[in-house]
């Protein structure tokens, strides 16, 4: 038997080799065919969740296993319906949602006759996602302390977050909450608690004194509030409060300095209501003059005058529509091009509508706290409605018409509406708190503003989405 050379096993290693490679060529390059044939097949997805729900223009964005034609709106179905833009990039079709989508919900994105560049034959990607479920925080004041509390709209599970005497009022950001309580001597102190491991950091205000519409931008981290020094002593030359309703920021993340707005002469603005515009940290403030200004704190206090008014109540959340009104009544003045749109309540049954606080959605209808005038009974009576602007549909009362409505906030994609109301004016007993006091029996009420259905109620105010 001639013996095997090493050079023979060499070649003949070499040839199974590529005898090998040459057959997997021939099955990627089938199986590569076979993928381009059969369509566009999705690969993977990318959303995130949380942001969906918490903003708009927002995207969902599918990978195909191969490059993919131009995608039309068309061609794309969002179920439940919801307005949408599709652009196709390479591999990929990214669906921008144009407003936020609904809390605690399943969505299913359908794209008919998707194909690739290198061969028409159409095929259908869908892919579903279920929306995240927001953490909402309110105030519950009690013995011995006051808490502030988080919860979930639907489910009955709650915590607290912190808990002090005297909890005045709080903004939440993303890593901490802004705290402001009542001092024994009636002064506020401002603190910030860490939400990931309770710590709590005491803040510097411009003096003693007092602390009132508190605010936050949660998106930039700036929290800002109306500060009024404290009296002078007796025997002070100079018996003027330094600071009276003065507008002060403060940037959490950029050295917690407390810096004073300034208005359209340069000085600190002093005002009778605020707000930040939404996403942003640019704010509207009412002067004690009572003209409206837009204002930017992040580039030198930029200040744009917009108009004369009597009172400020809201700004839609998609921050183009502000909630204003005059001595002649209710206005929705567009902050673009200060546009002024006059509102009256539109009709309704079982009485006259007074048009009270109301807020614009982004779909336009709004929602309203009107008093019902019962001509009958010559009683007026509290309701929360939302208005199309030709009609309108009640969305709470209280039972027996025996309490009030004290406000109410929309959620940031205006699902729900939380209404703060007394149940009972008759028994109302105030918590004799000397700053933003209210009563003892306040309870926030969460309502589906579609169905009109209560969903959850809880013994608080002041909730934060």
């Not at 918590?431 to 013994?459: L, N």
Request: glycine content about 8%; hydrophobic content about 40%; aromatic content about 8%.
């Amino acid at each position: 038997m001639t013996p095997i050379s090493i050079d023979d096993g060499r070649r003949r290693f070499r040839r199974s080799l590529g005898f090998v490679v040459a057959i997997l060529v021939v099955l990627c390059t089938t199986f590569g065919l076979v993928a381009v044939f059969q369509g566009p097949k999705l690969q993977s997805a990318q959303i995130d969740l949380n942001g969906v729900v918490e903003h708009s223009g927002q995207q969902l964005r599918l990978f195909a296993n191969q490059t993919v034609a131009h995608v039309a709106t068309s061609q794309v179905t969002v179920q439940p319906m919801v307005p949408f833009s599709v652009t196709t990039t390479g591999d990929v079709i990214a669906v921008q949602f144009d407003q936020r989508l609904l809390y605690s919900t399943d969505y299913t994105v359908t794209i008919a006759g998707v194909t690739s560049v290198y061969e028409a034959r159409p095929a259908t990607i869908s892919y579903r996602f279920s929306t995240a479920a927001p953490t909402m925080y309110y105030l519950h004041r009690g013995q011995p302390d006051d808490q502030i509390v988080s919860t979930g709209i639907t489910k009955a599970g709650k915590s607290v977050v912190y808990s002090a005497t005297h909890i005045q009022s709080f903004v939440v950001f993303a890593k901490a909450i802004a705290v402001a309580t009542i001092a024994d001597d009636g002064t506020s102190e401002l603190s910030l608690v860490n939400l990931s491991d309770g710590a709590v950091e005491t803040l510097t205000l411009p003096a003693r004194g007092q602390i009132e519409r508190m605010h936050g931008a949660s998106s930039s981290s700036v929290l800002g509030f109306t500060f009024t020094s404290a009296q002078p002593s007796a025997g002070t030359v100079n018996l003027t409060p330094q600071y009276s309703s003065t507008l002060f920021t403060i940037d959490l993340e950029a050295g917690r300095k407390t810096i004073p707005v300034l208005g359209v002469n340069g000085k600190p603005v002093r005002v009778v209501a605020w707000l930040f515009v939404p996403g942003t940290s640019q704010l509207i403030a009412l002067t004690r003059e009572l003209s409206a200004l837009y204002i930017d704190p992040t580039r030198g206090s930029i200040v744009t005058p917009i108009g004369q008014y009597t009172d400020l109540d809201h700004i839609s959340n998609d921050g183009k529509v502000l909630s204003v009104s005059d001595q002649l009544g209710s206005i929705a003045l567009t902050v673009s091009d200060l546009t002024e749109k006059r509102l009256d309540a539109s009709p309704m049954t079982g009485g006259t509508p007074y048009l009270g606080e109301f807020q614009v959605l982004t779909t336009g209808d709004r929602i309203e706290h009107i008093s019902l005038y019962d001509s009958v009974s010559g009683r007026f009576s509290s309701r929360l409605v939302i208005d199309s602007g030709a009609s309108s549909r009640a969305l709470f009362q209280t039972v027996g018409d025996n309490g009030s409505i004290e406000g109410f906030s929309v959620s940031p994609n205006e699902q729900y509406v939380a209404i703060e109301t007394v149940p009972d004016l008759a028994a109302r007993v105030p918590d004799g708190y000397a700053i933003e006091g209210r009563s003892t029996t306040v309870t926030t009420v969460i309502v589906d503003v579609a169905s009109g259905s209560v969903v959850k109620s809880m013994e608080g105010f002041g909730i934060s989405w």
